[in-house]
């Protein structure tokens, strides 16, 4: 059973940080690429970033580029997004998502077949 779970949301200040993780389990990680989206209340789902199956490609939303970054480790079946510089327009919930690709990337949410639960990330001004 495919399985993605999203930790590490909380409540930040402004100018916070934040790294999120989502641990991947009944796939073979390394043949995914992935990505993160959120969704604020009243606001449909949006990307926020992209990483392809070994790393070497990611993609960013211009509303985080420079402040997030999102990397994985294939040894640990774990995609992260660090998040600084927090914003209250940051708040949402995170999800991770998964599709089976070695061949490229996407900030759209079609092209994910595999979601995790969410986890919620608030940022106080």
């Known amino acids: 059973q495919v399985q993605l779970v999203e930790s590490g949301g909380g409540l930040v200040q402004a100018g916070g940080s934040l790294r999120l993780s989502c641990a991947a389990s009944g796939l073979t990680f390394s043949a995914y690429a992935m990505a993160w989206f959120r969704q604020a209340p009243g606001k449909e789902r949006e990307s926020v970033a992209a990483i392809n199956w070994n790393g070497g490609r990611t993609s960013y939303a211009d509303s985080v580029k420079g402040r997030f970054t999102i990397s994985r480790d294939n040894a640990k079946n774990t995609v992260y997004l660090q998040m600084n510089s927090l914003k209250p327009e940051d708040t949402a919930v995170y999800y991770c998502?998964?599709?089976?690709?070695?061949?490229?990337?996407?900030?759209?949410?079609?092209?994910?077949?595999?979601w995790g639960q969410g986890t919620q990330v608030t940022v106080s001004s």
């Open positions: 998502a998964a599709q089976i690709s070695r061949v490229g990337i996407s900030m759209s949410s079609e092209f994910y077949n595999t």
